[in-house]
């Protein structure tokens, strides 16, 4: 069995969560087993890197490197051009991500004006990116419980979309481990483009085989990570059980109603004293990466509700 090595993220900033000094910065595992070493995402700036290059620099022997990105967001590939400085005559290393993340990035690349003060910061390691493509996905059968995806070494990487369309958690079964990038994020999605229908089937999923396999280690995107599979199930209970209280919520507001405001659904959770919500208030942007407006929007964009130009209003055709 290989060890499993943590680099905490930051996940305590004290402002705008992309300004310098409180950099949001996702976790990094590092997982060795005999000569290869698993790389979970790299975070994003100059002391993550320091930190991965000098747990790096600890690991004996190690011959081949595989990078895993867990999905396209800056915050959790932004130091993958440490790639590059790991690759030399005897070592190899590899950086992989599913080809839908391939866009988005490319997009960002050629607009940096888009996040100036993001573009020092961000080393993605492009030129060394492996797409991981659709066509060679594969099913994934663990006792019933299937995914699609891929076998990198030793990895499962199983396809768990709806945070984003990129998403994949990655699972090692000699570890008993399972890396879940943001997909048990509260508050999930937090970008419009995400799809809360996709991510509760993901998590059902996710939730099986942690039953079926008796995972024992959870590995979060960020935060704290989860030991023992009896924690590990109730901490996923735990999240559904939370995600399902936003979303009734929503459900109420809606009702039978043909229009709607973000706002008013912010004003329907600032009165509801409810702890969970108290948290989802307490982590709304812009001090943490949480956003329950975006959070709205996708929701109600995928009940089929529009929104029209600079409108507050969002509203539903009947038929
Ligand atoms: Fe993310």
Same mark, same amino acid.
């Given at each position: 069995?290989?060890?499993?090595?943590?680099?905490?993220?930051?996940?305590a900033?004290?402002g705008n969560?992309?300004?310098? *000094?409180?950099?949001w910065?996702?976790?990094v595992?590092?997982? #060795?087993?005999?000569?290869?070493?698993y790389?979970?995402?790299?975070g994003?700036?100059k002391?993550?890197?320091e930190?991965?290059s000098g %747990?790096l620099?600890?690991l004996?022997?190690?011959?081949?490197?595989?990078?895993i !990105?867990t999905?396209r967001h800056?915050?959790? @590939?932004?130091?993958?051009?440490?790639?590059?400085? /790991?690759r030399?005559?005897?070592?190899?290393?590899h950086?992989? @991500?599913?080809e839908?993340?391939?866009l988005s990035? $490319?997009?960002?690349?050629?607009n940096p004006q888009?996040?100036?003060?993001?573009?020092?910061?961000?080393d993605i390691?492009?030129e060394?990116? $492996?797409? /991981?493509k659709k066509?060679d996905?594969? &099913?994934?059968d663990?006792? %019933?419980?299937?995914?699609?995806?891929?076998?990198?070494?030793? *990895?499962y990487?199983?396809?768990t979309?709806? =945070?984003?369309?990129?998403?994949?958690?990655?699972?090692?079964e000699?570890?008993?481990?399972? +890396?879940?990038?943001d997909?048990?994020?509260?508050?999930?999605? &937090?970008l419009?483009?995400? &799809?809360?229908? #996709?991510i509760?089937?993901s998590?059902?999923?996710?939730? $099986?085989l942690?039953k079926? %396999?008796?995972?024992?280690?959870?590995? &979060?995107? =960020?935060?704290?990570s989860v030991?023992?599979n009896? !924690?590990?199930?109730?901490?996923i209970?735990?999240?559904e059980?939370? $995600? %399902?209280?936003?979303?009734?919520?929503?459900?109420e507001?809606i009702?039978?109603?043909?229009?709607?405001?973000?706002?008013?659904?912010?004003d329907?959770?600032r009165?509801?004293? =409810?702890?969970?919500? #108290?948290?989802?208030l307490?982590?709304n942007?812009?001090f943490w990466?949480s956003?329950?407006?975006? +959070?709205?929007?996708?929701f109600?964009?995928i009940r089929?509700?529009n929104?029209s130009?600079?409108s507050?209003e969002w509203?539903r055709e009947?038929e």
């Amino acid at each position: 069995m290989g060890k499993i090595f943590k680099i905490e993220g930051n996940s305590a900033p004290r402002g705008n969560w992309f300004d310098e *000094a409180d950099l949001w910065c996702s976790n990094v595992y590092i997982i #060795q087993r005999d000569r290869t070493a698993y790389i979970i995402d790299t975070g994003i700036g100059k002391r993550m890197h320091e930190k991965i290059s000098g %747990r790096l620099s600890e690991l004996d022997e190690i011959k081949c490197i595989y990078l895993i !990105n867990t999905h396209r967001h800056l915050d959790h @590939i932004a130091n993958g051009g440490i790639i590059g400085e /790991l690759r030399d005559g005897y070592l190899e290393a590899h950086s992989y @991500i599913y080809e839908r993340a391939r866009l988005s990035i $490319e997009s960002l690349l050629a607009n940096p004006q888009v996040w100036p003060s993001m573009a020092e910061k961000i080393d993605i390691g492009y030129e060394y990116l $492996e797409w /991981l493509k659709k066509e060679d996905m594969k &099913n994934l059968d663990f006792e %019933r419980v299937s995914f699609k995806g891929w076998k990198i070494g030793e *990895a499962y990487l199983l396809y768990t979309p709806g =945070h984003s369309s990129c998403s994949i958690c990655i699972y090692l079964e000699e570890e008993e481990a399972l +890396f879940t990038g943001d997909l048990l994020w509260y508050v999930n999605p &937090n970008l419009p483009s995400g &799809n809360i229908d #996709q991510i509760l089937d993901s998590v059902a999923k996710v939730k $099986e085989l942690v039953k079926r %396999r008796g995972i024992e280690y959870l590995g &979060n995107g =960020h935060l704290k990570s989860v030991k023992d599979n009896d !924690n590990v199930l109730k901490y996923i209970e735990d999240w559904e059980e939370k $995600e %399902r209280y936003l979303f009734s919520k929503l459900e109420e507001l809606i009702g039978s109603r043909d229009k709607v405001t973000i706002e008013e659904y912010l004003d329907m959770l600032r009165g509801d004293d =409810h702890p969970l919500v #108290q948290e989802a208030l307490r982590i709304n942007a812009p001090f943490w990466p949480s956003s329950l407006e975006n +959070f709205a929007a996708s929701f109600l964009r995928i009940r089929g509700w529009n929104k029209s130009g600079d409108s507050e209003e969002w509203t539903r055709e009947r038929e």
